[in-house]
Protein backbone atom coordinates (compact mmCIF):
# COMPACT_ATOMS: atom_id res chain seq x y z
CA UNK A 1 0.00 0.00 0.00
CA UNK A 2 1.09 3.60 -0.98
CA UNK A 3 2.01 5.17 3.00
CA UNK A 4 0.95 8.42 1.64
CA UNK A 5 -2.26 7.21 0.40
CA UNK A 6 -2.78 5.64 3.69
CA UNK A 7 -2.04 9.20 5.38
CA UNK A 8 -4.72 10.59 3.17
CA UNK A 9 -7.43 8.20 3.67
CA UNK A 10 -6.24 8.64 7.82
CA UNK A 11 -6.95 12.32 7.33
CA UNK A 12 -9.72 12.18 5.28
CA UNK A 13 -11.92 9.54 7.37
CA UNK A 14 -11.20 11.97 10.57
CA UNK A 15 -13.06 14.61 9.85
CA UNK A 16 -11.00 16.60 12.39
CA UNK A 17 -7.74 17.93 12.99
CA UNK A 18 -5.15 15.67 13.78
CA UNK A 19 -1.23 16.05 15.03
CA UNK A 20 1.34 13.90 13.53
CA UNK A 21 1.87 11.46 16.22
CA UNK A 22 -2.52 10.62 16.56
CA UNK A 23 -1.87 9.97 12.74
CA UNK A 24 1.12 7.66 13.70
CA UNK A 25 -0.60 5.70 16.08
CA UNK A 26 -3.50 5.06 13.56
CA UNK A 27 -1.40 4.34 10.12
CA UNK A 28 1.53 2.54 12.35
CA UNK A 29 3.81 4.87 10.23
CA UNK A 30 6.57 7.51 11.74
CA UNK A 31 5.65 10.57 12.66
CA UNK A 32 8.57 12.08 10.53
CA UNK A 33 7.06 10.40 7.44
CA UNK A 34 3.96 11.49 7.95
CA UNK A 35 4.87 14.76 8.28
CA UNK A 36 6.67 14.75 4.83
CA UNK A 37 3.96 13.09 3.34
CA UNK A 38 1.01 15.85 4.63
CA UNK A 39 3.63 18.43 3.23
CA UNK A 40 3.34 16.52 -0.13
CA UNK A 41 -0.58 16.17 -0.21
CA UNK A 42 -0.59 19.86 1.08
CA UNK A 43 1.13 20.81 -2.05
CA UNK A 44 -0.10 18.12 -4.13
CA UNK A 45 -3.76 19.56 -3.08
CA UNK A 46 -2.72 23.27 -4.37
CA UNK A 47 -1.27 22.57 -7.36
CA UNK A 48 -4.06 20.90 -9.16
CA UNK A 49 -6.64 23.73 -7.36
CA UNK A 50 -9.30 21.55 -5.61
CA UNK A 51 -11.59 22.95 -3.30
CA UNK A 52 -9.72 20.72 -0.83
CA UNK A 53 -7.00 21.53 0.95
CA UNK A 54 -4.60 20.09 3.41
CA UNK A 55 -3.69 22.38 5.73
CA UNK A 56 -1.82 22.42 9.33
CA UNK A 57 -3.37 24.06 12.24
CA UNK A 58 -1.07 24.87 14.66
CA UNK A 59 0.46 21.62 15.15
CA UNK A 60 -2.58 19.89 13.63
CA UNK A 61 -3.25 18.60 10.35
CA UNK A 62 -6.58 18.77 8.90
CA UNK A 63 -8.57 17.97 5.36
CA UNK A 64 -11.13 20.59 4.75
CA UNK A 65 -13.12 22.34 2.02
CA UNK A 66 -11.07 25.76 0.61
CA UNK A 67 -12.44 29.24 2.05
CA UNK A 68 -13.49 30.53 -1.70
CA UNK A 69 -15.36 27.25 -1.71
CA UNK A 70 -16.87 26.68 1.43
CA UNK A 71 -19.93 28.96 1.35
CA UNK A 72 -21.98 26.81 -2.14
CA UNK A 73 -20.43 23.49 -0.26
CA UNK A 74 -22.06 24.50 3.23
CA UNK A 75 -25.70 24.05 1.83
CA UNK A 76 -25.15 20.01 1.13
CA UNK A 77 -23.76 19.07 4.70
CA UNK A 78 -26.02 17.58 7.12
CA UNK A 79 -26.65 19.94 9.97
CA UNK A 80 -25.17 18.88 13.23
CA UNK A 81 -27.99 19.53 15.15
CA UNK A 82 -31.63 19.27 14.69
CA UNK A 83 -33.27 22.64 13.73
CA UNK A 84 -35.78 22.19 17.08
CA UNK A 85 -33.21 21.32 19.59
CA UNK A 86 -30.60 24.45 17.74
CA UNK A 87 -33.97 26.87 18.98
CA UNK A 88 -34.18 25.66 22.76
CA UNK A 89 -30.32 25.97 22.65
CA UNK A 90 -30.52 29.92 21.73
CA UNK A 91 -33.20 30.08 24.17
CA UNK A 92 -30.76 28.47 26.99
CA UNK A 93 -27.33 30.46 26.09
CA UNK A 94 -30.51 33.83 25.62
CA UNK A 95 -31.83 33.13 29.01
CA UNK A 96 -29.12 31.55 31.27
CA UNK A 97 -28.81 30.51 33.61
CA UNK A 98 -32.65 28.97 33.61
CA UNK A 99 -34.36 26.21 35.51
CA UNK A 100 -36.41 23.48 32.91
CA UNK A 101 -40.01 24.32 34.56
CA UNK A 102 -39.34 28.20 33.07
CA UNK A 103 -38.11 26.38 29.40
CA UNK A 104 -41.09 24.31 30.05
CA UNK A 105 -43.22 27.68 30.14
CA UNK A 106 -41.67 28.68 27.15
CA UNK A 107 -41.73 25.50 24.78
CA UNK A 108 -43.71 23.45 26.15
CA UNK A 109 -43.65 19.46 26.76
CA UNK A 110 -40.37 18.82 24.17
CA UNK A 111 -38.29 20.60 26.59
CA UNK A 112 -37.57 17.34 28.30
CA UNK A 113 -36.60 15.17 25.46
CA UNK A 114 -34.72 18.46 24.56
CA UNK A 115 -32.88 18.28 27.26
CA UNK A 116 -31.75 15.15 26.92
CA UNK A 117 -30.75 15.64 23.45
CA UNK A 118 -28.14 18.32 23.85
CA UNK A 119 -26.80 16.95 27.36
CA UNK A 120 -26.27 13.49 24.94
CA UNK A 121 -24.78 16.01 22.40
CA UNK A 122 -22.28 17.84 25.22
CA UNK A 123 -24.02 21.23 24.29
CA UNK A 124 -25.60 21.56 27.57
CA UNK A 125 -24.49 20.53 31.45
CA UNK A 126 -27.00 20.68 34.09
CA UNK A 127 -25.60 21.51 37.43
CA UNK A 128 -25.43 18.96 40.20
CA UNK A 129 -28.18 18.82 42.52
CA UNK A 130 -27.86 19.78 46.34
CA UNK A 131 -29.57 18.66 48.91
CA UNK A 132 -30.38 21.16 51.21
CA UNK A 133 -30.78 19.84 54.96
CA UNK A 134 -34.72 20.10 56.16
CA UNK A 135 -35.60 21.90 58.84
CA UNK A 136 -36.72 19.35 61.69
CA UNK A 137 -40.80 19.11 61.58
CA UNK A 138 -43.09 16.67 61.33
CA UNK A 139 -43.41 14.02 58.30
CA UNK A 140 -45.36 14.77 55.56
CA UNK A 141 -48.86 13.68 55.90
CA UNK A 142 -52.49 14.86 55.39
CA UNK A 143 -52.79 18.22 57.56
CA UNK A 144 -54.71 17.74 60.63
CA UNK A 145 -58.22 19.76 61.00
CA UNK A 146 -57.64 22.92 63.57
CA UNK A 147 -58.76 21.41 67.40
CA UNK A 148 -61.80 23.34 68.12
CA UNK A 149 -62.49 23.66 71.93
CA UNK A 150 -64.85 21.62 73.56
CA UNK A 151 -67.85 23.12 74.95
CA UNK A 152 -66.66 23.44 78.36
CA UNK A 153 -63.58 25.45 77.65
CA UNK A 154 -65.58 27.66 75.56
CA UNK A 155 -67.69 28.58 78.45
CA UNK A 156 -64.95 28.70 81.12
CA UNK A 157 -63.26 31.32 78.00
CA UNK A 158 -66.28 33.03 77.93
CA UNK A 159 -66.98 33.41 81.54
CA UNK A 160 -63.29 34.29 82.03
CA UNK A 161 -63.15 31.51 85.18
CA UNK A 162 -60.42 30.35 84.51
CA UNK A 163 -58.13 32.21 82.08
CA UNK A 164 -54.71 30.86 83.22
CA UNK A 165 -55.98 27.18 81.85
CA UNK A 166 -57.06 28.45 78.38
CA UNK A 167 -53.49 28.40 77.17
CA UNK A 168 -51.95 25.53 74.93
CA UNK A 169 -53.32 22.07 75.69
CA UNK A 170 -50.41 19.67 77.72
CA UNK A 171 -48.77 17.40 75.07
CA UNK A 172 -49.46 19.72 72.25
CA UNK A 173 -46.42 22.04 71.34
CA UNK A 174 -46.91 24.89 69.70
CA UNK A 175 -47.35 25.14 66.33
CA UNK A 176 -44.37 27.21 64.03
CA UNK A 177 -44.14 27.87 59.80
CA UNK A 178 -41.52 27.72 58.15
CA UNK A 179 -41.43 29.72 54.98
CA UNK A 180 -39.09 29.86 52.41
CA UNK A 181 -36.79 32.96 52.01
Given at each position: ?116 GLEARSRMTRPKRVRCPRPNRAPRSRPR ?37
Open positions: MNPRAIVEAALFSAGKALTPEELARTTRLEPDVIREHLRALSKEYTKRESAIEVAQIGTKWTMQIRSDYSERARAFAPPEIDRDLLKTAALIAYHQPLLQSDLFDMIGSKVYEHTKPPRLPSPRETNRAVRGSDARKSGPQKGRGESCVITRG
